[in-house]
């Protein structure tokens, strides 16, 4: 019976249909309008890109493989494996949270990028 309780009150799985809501391009303003890093600088802000199977940010491109979605109080959560780059591939532990019309990505442990927002379609 306590079992019971206990999966009652963690958060419900979603439909996989439900990742739809973490996908698009998602920064923070200057990431959108793709501004200069540095003032009068050349390279730029990049947001980030997600799909069913990427995830770019700039030139860095991720393979994903998704776990499943979660409802929470307020919003969704989600996990996904990120293998990046090309001749050295890194493996992350990619956590991604929605609340609203906001998203954080927390890479591993210590990395925490966010709140985004959707950014408007170009």
């Known amino acids: 019976m306590r079992h019971l309780i206990l999966i009652a009150l963690l958060a419900t799985p979603v439909h996989a249909g439900e990742r739809d809501a973490f996908l698009g391009t998602w920064g923070t303003e200057a990431q ?3 501004e200069p890093l540095k003032p009068g600088g050349t390279v730029l ?3 980030y890109e997600i799909d069913r199977l990427w995830l770019k ?4 491109w991720c393979a994903l493989r998704w776990g499943p979605v979660e409802a929470t109080e307020t919003g969704n959560f989600t996990v996904a494996t990120a293998q990046c780059g ?3 591939v890194r493996s992350y532990f990619l956590g991604m949270r929605r609340s609203g019309e906001e998203m954080t990505l927390r890479w591993d442990v210590f990395n925490q990028v ?3 927002k959707r950014c408007p379609p170009s």
């Open 45 to 47: 802000a990049a947001p």
């Open 114 to 116: 966010g709140p985004l």
């Open 32 to 34: 959108c309008a793709g």
């Open 57 to 60: 940010h700039g030139q860095l």
């Open 86 to 88: 090309e001749d050295a």
